[in-house]
Structure formats: structure tokens, C-alpha cells
């Protein structure tokens, strides 16, 4: 007999290139993802990439009409939270909108770091509307490539 669950699960790559990191960011953050979607000017969620290398991921944050005072980030006990506001601009309005799309709101933003990442060595830099996060790996983390010499017979 099947057993079958009415909670949904996250879909993750079986490719083995991928890391259980890629897999939590589809899960959470992709296209497919099982979050609610909200639309309207009630909600800014900013697009995250995310970048691994041998010894540090890059964590890329899309914060357009954003100064760094409006941006908090955290890390504590493993999760890293990125919260802040988006304001609508208090301009004198002389026409009707039609149609509005820019979104504004308070919005956070959190996920577990993996267990291979100095939390506390972590660098955020804010250019041009984009938030860039470096986190380094610890040195146990870091991934060791060795020549393994081939004999004969």
C-alpha cells in the first residue's frame, strides 16, 4: 500500500553536480517554489543568486530604490535573515495611475547557512541597488583536489 501525504515537497535536482545547498535555494527561492506568492503593491521580495566556488558562496541580493540604512542582515545560530523596507515615494500626485507595478513593503529574506560557513567572517557590500554577501568557508570545508597517481598492473 502507497502511503501518500497531503504536505507538499520540495522538488530537488537528483543531478549529483549539485550540491544539497543548490537543492534548498530551488526548493525555496526557484520558479517552482511551494511559497505562497503574493501580488499587489503589498509585498517586495528581492531575487537572490546564489554562487559557490572552492572557498566561499556569494549570496547576490536585487534591492532596486534601496540605501544600505534601509537593509538589516543577521546571522544567528546558522540562519542568515535579510530584512528591510521598500517606501513608496511621497510625491504629489496630479495624474491617476493606470497601472502600477513597482511594489514596496517590509520584506525578509532568511535561509540556513551550511555547515561549512564562517558566520563569523561574513562581508555584505551594497552597490548600485545590488546587496552582495561573501561567505567564506572553513578551512575543513573547503574542497581538497589531489593527483592520485596511476600504476601499472
Known amino acids: 500500500m502507497a502511503i501518500k501525504t497531503l504536505l507538499p515537497t520540495a522538488r530537488v535536482s537528483n543531478r549529483v553536480w549539485r550540491s544539497p545547498f543548490d537543492n534548498l535555494f530551488d526548493a525555496f527561492f526557484g520558479d517552482d517554489s511551494r511559497l505562497p506568492v503574493l501580488s499587489g503593491n503589498a509585498v517586495f521580495s528581492p531575487r537572490i543568486d546564489v554562487k559557490e566556488d572552492d572557498n566561499s558562496y556569494e549570496v547576490s541580493a536585487e534591492l532596486p530604490g534601496l540605501e544600505e540604512k534601509d537593509i538589516e542582515l543577521t546571522v544567528d545560530d546558522g540562519k542568515l535573515v535579510l530584512r528591510g523596507e521598500k517606501s513608496a515615494t511621497s510625491e504629489k500626485k496630479e495624474g491617476q495611475y493606470f497601472r502600477q ?3 514596496y513593503g517590509r520584506f525578509e529574506r532568511a535561509f ?6 564562517q558566520d563569523d567572517a561574513i562581508k555584505a557590500k551594497f552597490k548600485n541597488g545590488v546587496l552582495t554577501l561573501h561567505l567564506p568557508k572553513k578551512e575543513e570545508a573547503k574542497k581538497v583536489v589531489r593527483q592520485v597517481e596511476v600504476q601499472a598492473g
Not at 540556513?112 to 560557513?117: A, I, K, N
Open 112 to 117: 540556513y547557512l551550511p555547515d561549512g560557513v
Open 101 to 103: 507595478e513597482r511594489t
